[in-house]
C-alpha cells in the first residue's frame, strides 16, 4: 500500500508542502490549466486500491464515459460531473472514507492515533491527510488545502465528538473534490515561446505514470518530481525506465487497449437468448480477457511485432469461450475456470484478434453478424479511418431480407444494396473486408454455410486481395495504416485529446518513424513517447485553432 | 377576489399586446392557476411538473396523424393506445426539422434539433443545453433531485443534456432508482417525527470545504474547461440543496406515498417484454417520486434514437427492420416495423394510465404535469426528418389546453419546444436557430 510507504517518508510529505509553497510563487508566470480529464472507473478504483489497498470495497456506479475520436480517454477532456453523478461520487467517497476510519481498518490505514477519541486531533489529521492528498491529487497539498481540510476533520470531531469521523468527512472531500476526480494539467507559459505551455513537474508526473500503468504518481515518482527530476532528460529517463520494468506496465498497456478496441460497448452487449444460448455476460467478459491476454502475451512477454495481433496462431481460452468456438479446452479438476494456452492450428480460419469475440461478437447486432459494421469498425478503430455516415433517403430494403431466396447470404444481400449508387462509395470501404470475417456468426462461432447457402469470405482491402479470414489479418499486418493508427491512437490516449497540426506532424515524424523503424516494439514507442519533451510541452490552449473538429478526422492514422 | 382572479393570464397577454395571436414567454404565476386545483398546506397550488418521453425510430406516416385539426375527435391507428386519453393529450403532426444544408446524421441530426433548437453543422457537437434541462434550471432548483433520468433498455444513454454537451445519465435499474429516491436519504413529507441529523451538517461542512477548494482552480481554466467546472459547481450545490432540505421539516403532501422496493425488474435489456416491464416500474416509481415533491422533471427514454428494440428469438432489431423490411402491399406498412410500434405505443399508453391514475384529491397527477413526447425521425425507413411525431400529454396545471390536433405542413419542430417550455415558465420568446429559429407560440394549445 502506497499509504505506508508514504507515512514512512514524512519528510517527504513535508517536502511536498515546501515545494508546493514554493510553486505557488513560481517566477515562470501565472499557472494556466491547460488539461482537465475527468479519471476514468478504472482510475478511480486504481488510485483507491492503491492509497488504501484491495480491502477497500468500492460500490456506486460510475459516470458514463464520452467516447471522441475513438478514445475515451479523449472523451474524458470533455465530460463534467452531472448532479446524478455527484451523488453518485458522494456515496462512494462516504462509503471509502468510512471504511478507511473504521476500526478494522484504522490501524493498518492511519499512520497516527489522535490524543483522544472524542475530539480533534490536528496533527495526526494533518499527517495522515497531507500523506492520502498527496496520490489523490496527484501533487502535495497546498500548506492552505491542507489547513482547510485539517480545520473540517477538526470541525465535524468536535460536532460529532469522534475523531475519527472529522477525518472520514475530510477524506469524504478529497474523493469528491475537482482536484481528485479530474487530471488537472497546469502549466506555465514560457516568455520565450507564447504558443506553448510547459507543462509543471506534478503535471509532468501525471502524464507519465497515467500513460504507462493508468494510476496516479507512486511515491517514488512523486519524490522524483519534488526533487525536479522530470526536469531533466536523464531524471526522466530513469523514471520511465523504472516504470516500463515494472509489472504495472501491464495494467496501462491492458487499459489503452480496453479503451482503443472499444470493450467499453461490452457493457450494453447482449444476443438474443433463444438464438445463441450460450452467449452470456461471462463469455463477453472473457472474450475481452481473451484478447487482452494476447496482446500482454504477444507485445510485453514476446516483445513481439504490434503488427502480428493480427495473423498470430496464439491465443488463450477458458472452457466457456472454447464451447463458443467449439474447440475443446481441458483445464485442470481444481481449476474449471482455468485460462489455457492455446494455438490454432496452422491451417485454421481463425488467427488473430480480429477473429476472437472480442471483436466479431462486439461488432454485430444481436442476432446476426453484420459486415458492414465489421468492415466500419475494422476501418475505424484499427485503421483509424473515419467511414461517412449514411445520407438519408436510402432504400435499405435489399439489404438483409433474408426471406428472399435470391439473397441467401449477407454477401448477395450487401451487393445488391451496393447496387445503389447513393450508398455504393461507403460500403464498398467496409463490406468487402466485413464479409472476409463472415465466418464468424454473431457470437464469434465458426461457421461455414450461412441459410444453407456456402459463405465465400473473400474480399479485398486496400488492393490486397483475401480469400478468409486469417488473410485478411495478414492485409492488415502489411497495411501500413495499422501501425500509423496505433501511434495515433497512443498518442490521443496520452495527451487526452485529438492532436493538434503541429503535434501531429511531430507525431508522424517522430512517433510513427521510430515505430515502424523499430519493429513495432510498443515498449520501445512508450518509451520515445514518454522520455520526450514534446509529451510535457503543450500547446497553449488558445493556439489550437488549427485542431481538426472531431468526427473530421477522415484517414487520421495516414500515412508516416 | 385574489390575484389569480385579478389578473389572469390572457388578460395579461391582451393588456401587453391588444389581444393579438401573439405569446410572449411569460413566467407563469401560481396565483394565476386553477382555483380547482389540489393545494398545499398553505394554500399554494401543487406544483407544474415537467416530464419527456422520448422513443426512436418514429411512426409509420399515415398511420398515427389524426384526419382533421383542431379538436381531437380520432386518432391514427398507431396512436390507438390513448384513446381512452384523447381529452388529456394534444397531437402535433407535419413539424419538421429544416437543415438549412447541413448534414443529417441518421437518428442524431433529429434528436439533437428536436432538443435544443439547433441543427449542427458538419463536423460539430452542440453545446446547447436540451429543453428538459433548460425547465429544469427553472424549477427544479429546490427540490431534492433538478431532475431524474430513465433508460428502459439498460443504455446510461439520455436524451437529457446540459449546456457543453454533458449529459445527464439515465438510471436502468428500477431498483437503483428506487434507492435513490427513497433509500436512506428520503424524507418522508408525512411523517409525525422530524429530528434533524448531525451528521447532515458535516456532510455540509464537507462540501463547503469541496466548493472552497474549487475556488483556487476557476480563475486558472481556459472557456471550455470553464463550463465543466461550472456544471460540477451546479452538481455540488444540488448537493447541498439536497442535504438543506434533508435538515428541514418537509412540507406534508398527502398523495405521497411512500412505495415499496419494486418487484420483478428484470435485468435491463432491449428486449420489448423486458423494456415494457421495466418502464412499468419506473413510471410506477417516477410518479411515487413526484407526488412526493422529490423532483418536477423526469425524463423517460424508451429506447435510444436508433432503436435496438427486439422481440425475442428473432435476429433483426427494430431499426434495422425499418431500413430493411419490405412495405407489405397488401397493408400498405411494414408489419415488423409495426410490431414495435405497438408495444411502444402500449408503453406510451402505460405510462398515462399511471400518470392518470395517480390520485391527488379530486384530480390526478397528471393533471399537473407536462409531459412532451418526441421522437427523433418522421418516417424511420428513409431517415425522414419531416412529420415528426410529437405530443404534449397533461394539462400542466391548467397551463395547457388540451384535446387538440394542430396539423402544419412543415412548421419548425422548434414551435413545440418553444411553446413547452413558455408553458413551463422559462422566459423565452424565440427559440433555435435558423429556419428552425421560431417565435411563434402554438397559441391554440396554451390555455
Known sequence: ?560 | MNLGERLGRRRVLRGMLGGTAVAVGLPFLDCMLNANGTALADGAPLPTIFATWFFGCGLNPGRWEPKSAGKLADLGPELEPLRPYMSKINVMSGFKVHLDGKPALPHITGRIAVQTGVVPAAGQKTALPSVDTIIADQIGTKTRFRSLEVSCIGSRLSESVRAGNIMNPSEVSPAALYTRIFGPDFRDPNAADFVPDPKVMARQSVLSGVKDQLADIQGMVGAADKVRLDEYLTSLRQMEQQLSLELQRPEPLKACSVPTQPAGEMPPNAEVSTMLNNHRLFVRLLASALACGQTRVANIALTEGLSTLRKSGSAVIHHTHTHEEPVDPKLGYQPNVTWFIQNIMTAMGDMIATFDGFREGDRSLLDRMLVWVTSETGYAKMHALDNIPTLTVGGANGRLRTGQHIQTAGDPITRVGLTVQQAMGVPVNDWGADSMGTSRTITEIMA
Not at chain 1, 491542507?146 to 469522534?162: M, P, Q, T, Y
Not at chain 1, 504518481?217 to 519534488?226: E, W
Not at chain 1, 480469400?467 to 489479418?473: D, H, K, P, Q, R
Open chain 1, 1 to 560: 500500500m502506497i499509504i505506508r510507504k508514504l507515512c514512512a517518508i514524512a519528510v517527504l510529505t513535508a517536502a511536498f508542502v515546501v515545494a508546493a509553497a514554493c510553486a505557488e510563487a513560481d517566477p515562470a508566470g501565472p499557472a494556466r490549466l491547460v488539461g482537465m480529464r475527468r479519471i476514468t472507473q478504472e482510475q478511480y478504483r486504481q488510485i483507491v486500491a492503491d492509497v488504501f489497498g484491495k480491502s477497500i470495497r468500492i460500490g456506486g456506479r460510475f459516470e458514463p464515459d464520452q467516447r471522441d475520436a475513438g478514445l475515451i480517454a479523449v472523451g474524458a477532456s470533455q465530460v463534467s460531473v452531472t448532479a446524478s453523478g455527484f451523488e453518485q461520487y458522494d456515496d462512494m467517497a462516504r462509503s471509502i472514507a468510512a471504511q478507511v476510519v473504521d476500526e478494522q481498518h484504522r490501524p493498518a490505514m492511519i499512520p497516527c492515533a489522535p490524543a483522544a477519541l472524542h475530539a480533534a486531533d490536528d496533527a495526526c489529521a494533518g499527517k495522515f491527510l497531507g500523506s492520502v492528498g498527496a496520490t489523490l491529487y496527484r501533487r502535495p497539498l497546498t500548506q492552505r488545502e491542507l489547513a482547510d481540510e485539517i480545520k473540517i476533520a477538526s470541525d465535524v470531531a468536535g460536532r460529532l465528538h469522534d475523531f475519527y469521523a472529522g477525518l472520514g468527512s475530510a477524506l469524504t472531500g478529497m474523493l469528491e473534490s475537482a482536484q481528485f476526480l479530474f487530471r488537472q494539467e497546469v502549466g506555465h507559459a514560457d516568455p520565450a515561446d507564447i504558443a506553448h505551455v510547459e507543462l509543471d513537474t506534478w503535471s509532468k508526473a501525471s502524464r507519465l505514470s497515467f500513460l504507462l500503468w493508468n494510476a496516479a504518481p507512486d511515491p517514488l515518482l512523486l519524490d522524483a518530481a519534488a526533487h525536479g527530476e522530470l526536469d531533466t532528460k536523464s531524471g526522466l529517463a530513469r523514471q520511465a525506465d523504472r516504470m516500463l520494468a515494472s509489472p504495472r506496465l501491464e495494467a496501462g498497456v491492458r487499459a489503452f487497449f480496453t479503451d482503443m478496441l472499444g470493450f467499453s460497448a461490452f457493457d450494453g452487449l447482449a444476443k438474443d437468448p433463444v438464438l445463441y444460448p450460450k452467449f452470456s455476460a461471462r463469455v463477453a467478459a472473457d472474450a475481452q480477457e481473451q484478447t487482452l491476454r494476447t496482446i500482454v502475451d504477444l507485445l510485453l512477454t514476446r516483445h513481439g511485432d504490434y503488427r502480428d495481433l493480427f495473423t498470430t496462431h496464439e491465443t488463450f481460452l477458458t472452457p466457456l469461450l472454447g464451447a463458443i468456438y467449439r474447440i475443446p479446452v481441458t483445464t485442470p479438476d481444481d481449476l474449471p475456470d482455468a485460462w489455457v494456452r492455446y494455438a490454432y492450428p496452422k491451417d485454421a480460419d481463425q488467427a488473430g484478434i480480429l477473429t476472437e469475440a472480442s471483436f466479431v461478437a462486439l461488432h454485430s447486432q444481436p442476432g446476426r453478424s453484420s459486415p458492414t459494421v465489421r468492415g466500419k469498425a475494422l476501418r475505424e478503430v484499427v485503421l483509424c479511418q473515419k467511414v461517412p455516415d449514411p445520407p438519408g433517403n436510402v432504400n435499405f430494403a435489399l439489404v438483409q431480407d433474408t426471406s428472399n431466396p435470391a439473397f441467401k447470404t449477407a454477401r448477395q444481400r450487401l451487393t445488391a444494396h451496393r447496387s445503389e449508387a447513393t450508398c455504393a462509395g461507403c460500403h464498398k470501404i467496409m463490406d468487402p473486408i466485413g464479409l472476409g470475417l463472415e465466418n464468424f456468426d454473431t457470437t464469434g462461432a465458426f461457421r461455414a454455410m450461412e441459410n444453407g447457402a456456402p459463405i465465400d469470405a473473400a474480399g479485398e482491402l486496400d488492393g490486397i486481395k483475401f480469400t478468409n479470414a486469417t488473410e485478411l489479418g495478414r492485409a492488415i499486418h502489411d497495411n501500413p495504416a495499422a501501425p500509423a493508427c496505433l501511434v495515433n491512437r497512443l498518442y490521443g490516449y496520452a495527451i487526452g485529446r485529438t492532436p493538434s497540426k503541429e503535434e501531429t506532424t511531430w507525431m508522424h515524424s517522430e512517433l510513427t518513424r521510430a515505430f515502424t523503424g523499430g519493429g513495432y516494439d510498443i515498449k520501445a514507442l512508450l518509451r520515445k513517447l514518454a522520455t520526450s519533451d514534446e509529451f510535457y510541452r503543450v500547446a497553449s490552449p488558445d493556439r489550437r485553432a488549427g485542431d481538426p473538429a472531431p468526427g473530421k478526422l477522415a484517414l487520421q492514422g495516414g500515412q508516416p
